[in-house]
């Protein structure tokens, strides 16, 4: 069928300009002159002083001074080199005035002025330079002062119609000041006035993008005479007026139903709607039951917008005759035109069948495969078009989205613009041209391919949107807001737009009305928080990249975020933008840090090459910075581009605040063709609270990642961290703390990643991680002196299999730890007694090896059960050499774990607004280098990997509820129950050591309400319940905890009020109350006894969002009432309780 399927609306064009007088041709190539960018028929023009008319050709430049008409069945479009486009109809006569060259070359926009003389005709204009362009008509005069309009001028009268911005209308007698969605009447003689029109885009169905629907050549017409093939040879040479004239008298000297269609499908191509629908009903006249004439008022109804109307006459042919090619061809056109996109593939398919000679139908069924992602298959369909018909535009379109699917922007950008001249009235390549020039780095040429695009069918949803993605990278979200806001009106049904516009409403500080477009666009794409336009087109990854989660975050709504963090995932494991989200998400949930990590790690392996940075300190475990006291915050990446393409980038944030922190990260990367970098540099140094509680990390992060074919890509990360601490515990008594306590860790990393996509719903990801740590402690505990040093190092192989069907997925994999040996030498003195020292030397090995197997399955479009399983066995060898006194005693045991670990967990989407989960698992902790796994974190929503010491089995319960009361209120919570088997190393009187066993039980709670009462206000309440119960067999050192509890009980309450003005400026405050109690064991003493506390913390700040998406800069305080505290932590990857007032600045930049 021929291409460009996917669009069927119209939008606008403008005028653009330039100056020198010129005469014509080529003559007034880079100056002032008006450039044709599509044609259909013939354009006509006269350089001023010249009175013979020429014909213009595709691409051609007409000067300034020049007229301009169009003969019958002709349509044009013109660009101006100051970005106005102009969309002109048949029988438009117009005269370029005055194009001025701007004084200042480098600020063409700001300067240009162009007024044109509209005698008569249509035309619908795009104009990025509002108030420097005039429009002069016998009638009356507009002057626009905003972007996008249409203007109709006969002898009698001139009408107007704004689209988009506003429109001065004026003439002797009167003026208007029109805005979007008005329209005017000015009659000779008579002052403008404003008129109501019910559809006011009908106006411009001239404009519109019809599909070629029926092949000609293929046609059963009784007359194949000379004449019949002088007319198709004219229509394919671009003399439209001179083929329909013949056909005419064909018709009128031998009439027959198969002429008609001919002339009905061409004047279509045209826009002369109203003429091709009288040649219809001429056919019905004769035949009332003609499926293809019923076939061609489906499509008319479709790219006019009455989807509902076209889908009930594509059903309604296809019953006239089920043996029609045309009529399961228009069905599939409007099963897509309503997002059902296997069912319009079933039916492109069936039309094949019927006609398996149409080249057409086959690219009309390679184009529906391509927007279901089965590349394969396209390919397979393209080469089958193209044999039949190797100059066919639409085909040819098609095979250069292919190629940008495979990474080949040159072949692609090459094969759309053969297909531009082949067709230059056709909007799909001119949009697969601008995307190829954007991922080259040609962002201003693609953005003008896109504007010509939308004059080209101004109806079209998801042109907009991607003319509104252009803008935003070229960071004018004032016009891409616009865009999206035209989008949907065009089609209320697209999420695109939605989801599109709440990137950019982020992005200029209104999160609140970025939420809120979130919502419409996961409602309209069936709940699910993962997008896919109507095209395969988003392998422009950097529009996935720009993580939802940073929404939820800025908001404090992070309980949500992760709600459609867990469906996404269910929905589509293999999905990395879901994964990120998760990540993003899980920072603000204490003990996440392997589900964290490892979805992290999950989502770089799955993503394709793109410019998001890697953040040294998001891919490190254990930076032990306050929350939000970082130099970066959870929306660092917010700064990143909707577009993929070849670019650098350099993000740094900085921070400076109380007890003499000081912070920084810079990060620098690009992408190249198929290749991308991250280079990244993280620093934190701190004097703490109280005396030795000094820290200080540095990290650095190297990545590479390689698109090496279509379907496989490889990836590297080098990494290395640097700590230095004192006393940085997190125990209960603040005043108990050691004085010389002292802390030294390196660590270095590398870790490899293979991504492997065996078909569009099938993936295999492959991960190996070599990890080497060091670090040398000093410690004090009763009057004696601890020092130890200890050694580490170990590789992890993991190997995964993704696999997506309909109504069920499948998670298949393997982990391999091996030999992670653990060196750790433990030097205790007395200093009252020289010479008793009692020396340890301790060896231990970690052998793991994990295998699972796990499947969301969906019997019902609102029920998801996980079911799954995995088996581990994990070894542990302890070596203990023990010298006392210079006798040596040696010792040491085996922990050998085999446990079988059912998994199950259900989500029912009761009704529309309210989600209840639930889950039963067992899990194994193991000893995971850089703690990060493939497997599974979650099961409907719960999690299963905690900083559990290694070796321990654990079994959960729990459940929660989700309610959405509507866009602006929704709330949660949820329970559940863990029981922890816990192996531990115990060394006898005899100085040997075993491992025994002890039991721990948690019991946990959240709850959240989060209310948006205004678009520039969020409102919302936090509960978390920890319940620990421990006994006193085990002592948790490796934790860093000084102190340690029995039973610990913590109420933590958050309530908060985030501002955000459209300015830029952001205000936030942020109240907490914690209730703690437990038994708590006395540093000094050792003596275990019953403790509580309670307290208030309240938190403010203020930012500004700096223009242009350049970076953010805050001003706060943490703890303002200046609280002092006993606390114990629970959580030592995220000490987030600052210990007496801290103010802050920090500043974050994007270039």
Known sequence: ????????????????????????????????????????????????????????????????????????????????????????????????????LPKNPANVQAEAKSTFGLIKGFVHFISRTPKHLLINTPIANAGPEGTEFAMHVDENQSLLWVYEGSVKFYNNQGNLNLTSGQSAIAKLGIAPREQIDIKPLDAVNWALYYPPLIDYSNLEVS??????????????????????????????????IG???????????????????????????????????????????????????????????????????VAYAA??????????????????????????????????????????????????????????????????????????????????????QKAVGLDSASPLPRLGQAIAKIRNGEVQEGRLDLEVAATLDPNNSLIRSYLAKAYYEERRSHLAEDQLTLAKERDQNDPTPYFYDAI???????????????????????????????????????????????????????????????NAINIDPGNFSAHRLLADDYQALPRHEIARLSELLKSQLLQPTNITPVQPQTAQQNILILDGLGPSITSFNEYNPLFSRDRFALQASGYYGGNQTVSDEVVQSG????????????????????????????????????????NNSLQIELRRVEQESGDINEGFFKDQFSRIAKSNTETNIVRGGFHHKFTEHSDLLASIVYREESNKNLDDSQGLILDSSAKTDGSQYELQYLTKYDYFDLSIGANYLANQNEQLGLDLANPATPGSNLQLVNNDKFDHQAFYAYSNIKPISNL????????????????????????????????????????????????????????????LTRGIIQRQTLEPTQVAGFNQFFDDINGSIAKRIGFGVDHKFNKAVFSGFEISGREIDVPFI?????????????????????????????????????YNYEKFKRNTDFFDTTNNNSNFFTDLETHRTDIFTNFYHPSGFIGKLNLSYLDQSGNIVNRNTQVQSLNDTSFWIFDAEIGYRLMKRHGLLTLGVRNLLNERFNFQGTDVNSPNLPQGRILFSRVTLSF
């Open 671 to 710: 992408v190249w063709d198929n290749f991308s970098y991250s280079l990244g540099q993280f620093h934190y140094e701190t004097d703490g609270f109280r005396e030795n509680n000094k820290r200080k990390n540095n990290a650095y992060n190297v990545f590479a990642q390689t698109q090496i074919s279509q």
């Open 986 to 1022: 115990s060394t006898n009187e005899l100085f040997s050591s075993e491992f025994l066993n002890t039991k721990w039980r948690e019991k946990n709670a959240r709850a959240y309400l989060n209310w948006t009462p205004a678009q520039a206000i969020a409102l919302g309440v936090n």
């Open 223 to 256: 007359d194949k005479s000379t004449e019949l093939g002088k007319a198709v040879a004219s229509f394919r040479q671009g003399k439209i007026e001179q083929a329909v004239t013949v056909l005419d008298k064909l018709i009128i000297d031998r009439p027959s």
């Open 504 to 566: 950019n409403k982020q992005t200029i500080n209104r999160p609140i009305e970025a939420l809120h477009d979130m919502q419409k666009a996961i409602e309209l794409n069936n709940n699910r928080a993962v997008y896919r336009s109507k095209l395969f087109l988003d392998s422009d990854i950097a529009a996935r990249s720009a993580s939802l989660g940073r929404i939820y975050n800025d908001l404090g709504f992070q309980q949500r975020g992760l709600l459609e963090g867990w």
């Open 259 to 325: 002429l008609l269609k001919i002339r009905a499908a061409i004047r279509l191509m045209v826009g002369r709607v109203d003429l091709a629908k009288q040649d219809i009903f001429q056919i019905q006249k004769h035949s009332a039951n003609d499926a293809d004439a019923t076939a061609l008022l489906s499509v008319i109804a479709l790219v006019q917008n009455n989807k509902d109307n076209a889908l009930q006459l594509a059903k309604q042919a296809v019953e006239q005759d089920s043996q029609s090619p």
């Open 864 to 923: 998801i059960i996980t079911a799954g399983v995995s088996q581990d066995f994990y070894q542990e060898t302890t070596s203990l050499q023990t010298n006392v006194f210079g006798f040596n005693f040696p010792g040491g045991d085996k922990l050998d774990r085999a446990p079988l670990n059912p998994k199950f967990g259900v989500t029912w989407f009761i009704f529309d607004k309210t989600t209840a989960r639930f889950a039963l698992f067992q899990s």
């Open 331 to 416: 069905l599939s056109y409007a099963l897509q035109g309503t997002f059902q996109l296997d069912e319009a593939l079933n039916a492109a398919a069936e039309a094949v069948k019927q006609s398996p000679n149409d080249a057409l139908l086959w690219t009309r069924k390679a184009e529906l495969e391509l927007s279901l992602g089965l590349t394969d298959r396209c390919s397979q369909s393209v080469k089958q078009a193209l044999v039949l018909d190797p100059e066919n535009d639409n085909t040819l379109t098609i095979s250069g989205f292919l190629f940008l699917v495979k990474g080949e922007t040159d072949l692609a950008l090459d094969t759309f």
């Open 1 to 100: 069928m021929k291409a460009s399927t996917n669009f069927f609306r119209l939008i606008f064009f403008a005028s653009a300009f330039f100056v020198k007088i010129a005469y014509g041709g080529d003559e007034c190539l880079g100056s002032a002159g008006a450039k044709v960018e599509s044609l259909q028929g013939n354009l006509l023009f006269s350089s001023l002083g010249h009175e013979q008319w020429q014909s213009a050709k595709l691409f051609d430049h007409i000067c300034q001074g020049s007229r301009i008409k169009l003969d019958n069945y002709s349509r044009a479009t013109l660009s101006l080199p100051n970005g106005i486009i102009l969309r002109l109809d048949e029988g438009t006569t117009l005269t370029l005035n005055t194009l001025e």
